[in-house]
């Protein structure tokens, strides 16, 4: 296991033992004590490809989000806010020159804003995504800093990343949640298909697929959340019970049209790569639940998105849910 996964699980240690303070503190007082699904959700996602002993490609991404409890007027409604940010290295990290035939050094660095709406057992998310790519999405500084500090290999080629640019990504998503769903034991499945549509000049894309689920309390959410572009998931959660879990599985199948990352700088010259139309993600985790916090770590399988790529990209996902 990465250092960067432990420095996640610590969090998570840190989190769980802040929210069971926060439950010791409300048992003092029944007046100030509310039901979890009047409460918000913060969350942090880490994902990385030091599980998968590689340092390419997609290599690192990270986000914080908070979710709001459902709108008073609305109670169906939730919005949301997200600091996110994404790097990408070419296979070859060793030589400082251009690389004609890789995919391009780059960073982005974005803020989100959200609306959800839960119908039960349906779900719709808007996501708006702002920020830069290149440069001043601070992608060069960040891994630098992290690998000086763990001992890792650094990158020799970040000064041919892409140039900066203003990104914009509207994202939208529908799931169905227990489309099919028995219970025997205890333990429940179930199977949620979702469709999607990403637009702007970050990434334009059309996703389709599903995720099975096999555990307990599975209307606590609608499956964890992930990095855009992954199988989507839910940053909130209803608990239950004190304690919950579950594993599962999916994919994810996308037909892309823009992708700045393998096409480059918009409008203008920047390294880029022939990239694959269609893309799939198939990933396999498990999430637990104690009291108000949600951990839960996903093993992800990407295959090849441009012409000539040497292997399918793999990365561990962990996340990090907290009521509050």
Known sequence: ??????????????????????????????????????????GFLLENDEVAGTDRHYTNGMEFTWLSAPMQSHSNWRYGLALGQQIYTPNDTDSPLPLPGERPYAGWLYAGFSLVMDRGDELDTWVLNLGVVGPSA?????????HRRIGSHQSYGWDNQLADEIGAQLIYDHRWRALWQTKRGGLGADVTPHVGLSLGNVSTYANAGFTLRVGNDLRDDYGVPHIRPSLPGT???????????????????????????????TGRDSLSVDKAVFVADLQAGVAVSFSRVR???????RTREYRGQPAPDRFGSVSISALF
């Not at 992608?139 to 630098?144: I, K, N, T, Y």
């Not at 209803?238 to 700045?260: H, L, M, S, T």
């Open 138 to 146: 601070q992608g060069e500084w960040l891994q630098r800093e992290v």
């Open 235 to 265: 940053g909130y959660f209803e608990p239950n019970d004190a304690f919950g879990w579950y594993v599962f599985a999916g994919v994810d199948g996308r037909a892309v049209a823009r992708n700045i990352f393998l096409d480059g700088n």
């Open 1 to 42: 296991m990465s250092r960067l996964i432990l420095w996640a699980a610590a969090l998570g240690i840190v989190v769980f033992g802040a929210a069971r303070i926060a439950d010791a503190a409300e048992a003092r007082s029944d007046e100030t004590a509310g039901p979890d699904n009047a409460r918000g959700t913060f």
């Open 295 to 301: 951990l839960a770590y996903t093993y992800v399988y």
